[in-house]
């Protein structure tokens, strides 16, 4: 099956902007190394989509059951998506501390992700305002879930092995509030189909 197109946008922006998961990876690579953070990679990676099938398979047989509950979350969805991105456009610069004496399990990295407010908020946004009545919920779900876990890998790559430069680029707080605006309007542009789809809907 196929998913939206700003479906795509979305998951590069979540993926990529700065959040828990990344901060936290970036300063593992930076305080024990690339092979000592391996375990908090793989815990991200696989952590998160599981979360992601747990909740969205649950949130699918509510859609299912009850429609206008969908139509309302997707909007509850949508705002939630837009303050993200007002969020990130105003983070002030990341100070990163060396203050744990050793790097996350794979356990701890993948249970981290159910108090993670970021992964909450792009998991049932995601399903919220990209899942489709009337098509099959839980494939929707699966692909989305699919997806997630595929740039799930180069993003937190990224963060881990170019943590030093990433670090450097971004320290400037100029740089970072360009990089922060541009991840923003990026998250935004990722909605804008998702707000035309509900005005046609309920205002058409």
């Known amino acids: 099956m196929e998913l939206p197109p700003a479906f795509l946008l979305f998951v590069i922006s979540a993926a990529f902007t700065p959040g828990p998961n990344n901060i936290m990876i970036m300063s593992s690579g930076l305080n024990f190394g690339t092979r000592a953070s391996l375990p908090h990679f ?4 696989f952590g998160f989509p599981t979360m992601f099938l747990a909740v969205g398979f649950g949130l699918g047989y509510l859609f299912e059951k009850y429609a206008l509950l969908h139509s309302l979350i997707q909007i509850a969805g949508v705002l939630y998506l837009f303050y993200l991105a007002w969020l990130i456009a105003r983070a002030a610069p990341t ?4 203050h744990r004496a050793a790097p996350l399990s794979f356990a701890q990295a993948a249970l981290f992700q159910w108090v993670n407010p970021k992964a909450w908020i792009m998991g049932t946004s995601a399903i919220a305002a990209y899942t489709t ?3 099959n919920v839980n494939l929707q779900i699966l692909a989305m879930a699919l997806l997630f876990w595929l740039m799930t890998f180069p993003s937190a790559g990224v963060w881990l092995f170019f943590g030093i430069a990433l670090k ?8 970072q509030k360009y990089f922060n605006v541009a991840m923003a309007l990026l998250l935004v542009g990722s909605v804008i189909p998702i707000v035309i789809d509900l005005l046609q809907a309920h205002l058409g």
């Open 42 to 45: 793989f815990g991200i990676c």
């Open 95 to 98: 100070k990163l501390e060396r």
């Open 133 to 135: 009545v009337g098509a």
């Open 168 to 175: 450097r680029l971004l320290g400037d707080p100029q740089r």
